[in-house]
Nanobody
Framework: VQLVESGGGLVQAGGSLRLSCAASGSIFRINTMAWYRQAPGNQRELVAAITRDESTNYADSVKGRFTISRNNAKNTVYLQMNSLKPEDTAVYYC?????????WGQGTQVTVSS
């Protein structure tokens, strides 16, 4: 099983990006999927999470700007990021509970210029 993220990049403040994370391999069940981020010198923090029945929760810092969603048929989770701020700059990691084990993606860089 592996998770592969895509969609990171460089964007100006106020802009938008959409991250995707696709799970592949021998999968019979995916429970909660989430996005975390880690900025230089900081600890990794939860950005948003979504359960299998699509209940969501968000970090206070991104509420109203970011939206997490998933497509269970495609084993994919998304993070739509709007109104981006320089403080959103970080490596973003996908995480998922697959087959009752914890998996992480390799990370994708998001850089927001002021």
């Amino acid at each position: 099983v592996q998770l592969v993220e895509s969609g990171g990049g460089l964007v100006q403040a106020g802009g938008s990006l959409r991250l995707s994370c696709a799970a592949s391999g021998s999968i019979f069940r995916i429970n909660t999927m989430a996005w975390y981020r880690q900025a230089p010198g900081n600890q990794r923090e939860l950005v948003a999470a979504i359960t299998r029945d699509e209940s969501t929760n968000y970090a206070d810092s991104v509420k109203g700007r970011f939206t997490i969603s998933r497509n269970n048929a495609k084993n994919t989770v998304y993070l739509q990021m709007n109104s981006l701020k320089p403080e959103d700059t970080a490596v973003y990691y996908c995480q998922a509970f697959i087959n009752f084990s914890d998996y992480w993606g390799q990370g994708t860089q998001v850089t927001v210029s002021s």
